[in-house]
């Protein structure tokens, strides 16, 4: 129902074009390609690394392309999957796995340097798998923009859409990355519990960037935990209430429910907010405490009234077959 942009690749691509190096995006997801195909595209650009960001459902998809790359080529498995089991992607073929954030590990796995100290990597060695040390977490500040030019329409317009955008062309955009809380059903392996902010000056320069050079005219923020520092995500909201522009501000990933209030809402409203989604998960408290999410359903209540009080519209998330669940809960 919905195809989102690659923005981890578009990211890393960033970074090793700041570096020199030549690369090209290819989304296999949007244009519906083969194993086969994205094989044979990538031999025909000549590329020295190949380079597959990895859901779960893809597991099978990712391998074969590996398998079908020519032997000189070095293959590197990444993204969530990769982060979660390395091990069993170079079993099955690729060359190399990198675990967590990209930018700073692939930029040295492109500049040629020695897998023994490339941080955040899984490798074959003989006939046995090395895996080096965590990569440090980066700070999201020193990131240079993600490098949209490579997708298709810049990654501002169809193919690419949300279940519920809008308006086009339209951006997603990430001021953070990672998230403290402990929900076991969520990945935090890519960017880890360490939540680690944008400043919002500096989140500002690419939402004026997607206006001035996209005409975006919807910004979809994607981060794990957006409003964890309420005060940061207010800041944000009176920034783009003050610009000339105005566009429409949607929290398709979902905010906490009990990191809100009526000031919060007011700034969200006036900044352009037409959408908020609420991660409910279950509407059994028992179910809840499990999981272990660290909010009640009084909370969740509250913020969905507020929500809705403050003229926004509102949807709540929910899970169906967490542990413990049955057909009563």
Known sequence: TMIHPPMGLAYIAAVLEKNKIPVKILDANALNLSAEEVAKEASAWDADIVGVSI????????????????????????????????????????????????????????????????????????????????????????????????????????PYF????????????????????????????????????????????????????????????????????????????????????????RFSNGIRADKIDEEFLKKAKKAGCNYMAIGVESGSQEILNKSPKGETLADIRKAAMMIKKAGIPVTGFFMIGLIGDTKET
């Not at 989140?203 to 409003?227: G, P, R, T, W």
């Open 55 to 158: 859901l779960t459902p893809a597991h099978n998809f990712a391998v074969e392309v590996a398998r079908r790359l020519p032997p000189s080529v070095i293959s590197v498995a990444g993204g969530a999957h990769a982060t979660a089991i390395p091990e069993i992607l170079i079993k099955e073929g690729f060359s190399t796995a990198v675990r967590g954030e990209g930018e700073e590990t692939c930029l040295d796995l492109a500049l040629g340097k020695n897998l023994a100290e490339i941080l955040g990597i899984s490798f074959r060695q003989s006939n046995e798998i090395k895996h080096n040390h965590d990569q440090e977490p980066l700070d999201p500040n020193n990131l240079p923009l993600p490098a949209r030019h490579l997708l298709i329409n810049n990654g501002a317009n169809k």
């Open 162 to 249: 949300s279940g519920i955008t809008q308006e086009f062309p339209w951006a997603v955009v990430t001021s953070s990355r990672g998230c403290p809380y402990n929900c076991y059903y969520c990945n935090k392996l890519t960017f880890g519990r360490k939540i680690r902010y944008r400043s919002p000056e500096n989140f500002m320069q690419e939402i004026d960037f997607l206006v001035e050079k996209y005409k975006v005219k919807e910004i979809d923020i994607a981060d794990d935990c957006f409003n964890f520092d309420i005060e940061r995500a207010k800041k944000i909201f009176d920034l783009l209430a003050l610009r000339p522009y105005k566009i429409h501000l």
